[in-house]
């Protein structure tokens, strides 16, 4: 799938491992079977598979947060993010099946608590395809013997991407029994936006990037003390933002208290998350960050990528000192548009009491 900072997709992950006591003994033998087809059901032989074991809390209190690592196919790269040091790799036979053999302590995390692993696999590209087709499985492994639900590919016949400087047009075949869809662009393997794949989206959330689009739809399949819940993810296909940069493009940015780094949410990299503050506790850090725009300007909305930090308020201010709170939302990727239109020099994004914008990746501010 996509590489890209995912410590709050990991946080989340994790807290969902770790909710329930491993059933596997830790000395026993563990064998993991399935078999992966295309979508018309042909068995798809001699496939790579990544088996990669999520972290719980426990395990990445000692590795660190934010974490930069990548859940799925990245993992079947040869060169792996860092949190791949925890996978299994398998192929599959001609008949698609596969194996892997692992032992009880493997599919246990802190004191015992179950674990949940992800396994993914990819078709390889065609024609014009950025990548292929892939297919993801997330679960529980609660017995010395489990079979995964058949994986099939989700292999649409069309994905493409078009519109204008306001409008992004979607447009893709659908997949039998797909509840919704989710829409997803990144930047040399950066995710810069997700959000639910409609017909039209707002072409400034894709500002002049040249990248990749995928579209994916998540299943389930009841499993014995598990659910297998199922991502099925289209080819990738590229697309060039048409929008072109925002009025905030390479203008100075500030983070509260964090001066250990450069403020580089407004470079239009999509690939340099606002490091911790090296302060020491009870220092308040990252609870803002505001862009100086130079001179008023219009602000319309303001776009923050990666968002960790739950619910946002977007503040304006003409001297960086008084602030007036204009609009707010949520989600990790947050398009936040302000009801009228104001003019203002300093543009602030406040997280929640409690909260930092630690991971952010980009700020940007349009007309």
């Not at 032989?45 to 930069?68: H, M, N, S, W, Y």
């Not at 179950?114 to 499985?137: C, I, K, M, N, Y």
């Not at 909305?301 to 000192?321: I, M, P, Y």
Request: net charge negative; hydrophobic share 40%; aromatic share 6%.
């Amino acid at each position: 799938m996509h590489k890209t900072r995912v410590a709050a997709l990991l946080t989340l992950m994790a807290l969902a491992a770790g909710c329930a006591q491993s059933k596997v003994p830790t000395d026993a033998k563990v064998t993991l079977t399935g078999q992966l087809v295309r979508q018309d059901g042909a068995p798809a032989g001699d496939l790579k598979l990544a088996l990669t074991r999520v972290p719980d809390l426990g395990e990445l209190a000692f590795q660190g947060i934010p974490v930069a690592a990548t859940l799925g196919t990245a993992c079947l790269a040869d060169d792996p993010p860092p949190l791949c040091k925890l996978l299994q790799r398998a192929t599959t036979d001609g008949q698609g099946t596969f194996t892997v053999h692992m032992n009880g302590s493997d599919v246990q995390g802190t004191f015992g608590a179950a674990t949940t692993f992800d396994l993914a696999a990819q078709l390889p590209a065609r024609g014009s395809e950025v990548d292929g087709p892939s297919v993801r499985a997330s679960f529980e492994i609660q017995r010395t013997e489990l079979t995964v639900p058949t994986l099939k590919f989700w292999e649409p016949d069309h994905v493409t991407v078009g519109g204008d400087a306001r409008t992004t047009a979607l447009d893709w075949s659908r997949m039998p029994d797909a509840d919704g869809y989710t829409a997803h662009f990144s930047v040399n393997g950066q995710e810069i936006w997700s959000d639910t794949a409609e017909a039209t989206m707002d072409s400034r959330v894709f500002e002049d990037a040249n990248g990749v689009v995928h579209i994916s739809a998540a299943t389930s399949a009841k499993g014995p003390d598990t659910t297998f819940h199922l991502f099925h993810t289209s080819q990738g296909v590229g697309f060039r933002g048409r929008a072109g940069a925002p009025e905030s493009r390479g203008k100075p940015c500030f983070a509260e208290n964090n001066k250990s780094e450069p403020c580089h949410l407004t470079d239009g990299t999509f690939d340099h998350p606002l490091g911790q503050s090296s302060c020491a506790e009870p220092c308040s850090a990252n609870g803002w960050a505001y862009i100086d725009l130079g001179a008023p300007e219009p602000v319309g909305a303001v776009f923050a990528r990666a968002n960790q930090a739950g619910t946002l308020t977007v503040e304006t201010s003409d001297d960086a000192t008084t602030w007036t709170a204009r609009a707010s939302g949520d989600g990790q990727f947050a398009a936040l548009s302000l009801p009228t239109k104001v003019t203002a020099r300093y543009v602030r994004v406040h997280a929640a009491p409690g909260s930092k914008l630690t991971g952010l990746t980009q700020l940007s501010v349009w007309p």
